[in-house]
T-cell receptor, first 111, second 111 residues
Framework: TQLLEQSPQFLSIQEGENLTVYCNSS?????LQWYRQEPGEGPVLLVT?????EVKKLKRLTFQFGDARKDSSLHITAAQTGDTGLYLC???????????FGSGTQLTVLP | DAGVIQSPRHEVTEMGQEVTLRCKPI?????LFWYRQTMMRGLELLIY????????DSGMPEDRFSAKMPNASFSTLKIQPSEPRDSAVYFC?????????FGPGTRLTVL
């Protein structure tokens, strides 16, 4: 069974601060995705990374896939209250469409 | 497109009753996934269909759970009989090319 561990589980910061969320596994994934979920809604895809060492930027969000494709990080610069939500990483292996989801990081950005 | 449609959005039932959750996928998406989300266990894949055929049902907790996809535009997840530990948010997601799109979920409470 492939497991994805996310840390921290909860994070509460002030608007304007920077933060990093981690997603770690002992398994190798062919691709890794990050989702954000708001209350009462389903997760929404933010980004997909597929190459070891890959870095992708989405405005103030920077995503990195580890060289060995076992881990990933999400860095948010100058957090805003609108960034509040549950952040989930999810990995897939080979050609399978199934995703294994991490435990999630609940981010709260205070005004 | 209206996105993935799930019904009902909320369901409250008593232990022992049958529960049927419904999902209408995005038109043209040939893969459909049923997930369950709880605080304790996070987001778990229950079953996955490709072209209306169940591919992987290893996540279905027990025989009380069953899922069908009679055609490309409709799927159901049935729990019979329901138990309090089935209380969770159940998501349907569909995928065409590379991205899974989640529905808004059904919040199930079994008393």
């Amino acid at each position: 069974t492939q497991l994805l561990e996310q840390s921290p589980q909860f994070l509460s910061i002030q608007e304007g601060e920077n933060l990093t969320v981690y997603c770690n596994s002992s398994s190798v994934f062919s691709s890794l995705q990050w989702y954000r979920q708001e209350p009462g809604e389903g997760p929404v895809l933010l980004v997909t990374v597929v190459t070891g060492g890959e870095v992708k930027k989405l405005k103030r969000l920077t995503f990195q896939f580890g060289d060995a494709r076992k881990d990933s990080s999400l860095h948010i610069t100058a957090a805003q209250t609108g960034d509040t939500g549950l952040y989930l990483c999810a990995g897939s292996s080979g050609s399978a469409r199934q995703l294994t989801f991490g435990s999630g990081t609940q981010l709260t950005v205070l005004p | 497109d209206a996105g993935v449609i799930q019904s009902p959005r909320h369901e409250v039932t008593e232990m022992g009753q049958e529960v049927t959750l419904r999902c209408k996928p995005i038109s043209g998406h040939n893969s459909l996934f049923w997930y369950r989300q709880t605080m304790m266990r996070g987001l778990e894949l229950l079953i996955y269909f490709n072209n209306n055929v169940p591919i992987d049902d290893s996540g279905m907790p027990e025989d009380r759970f069953s899922a069908k996809m009679p055609n490309a535009s409709f799927s159901t997840l049935k729990i019979q009989p329901s138990e309090p530990r089935d209380s969770a948010v159940y998501f349907c997601a569909t995928q065409g090319a590379d991205t899974q799109y989640f529905g808004p979920g059904t919040r199930l409470t079994v008393l």
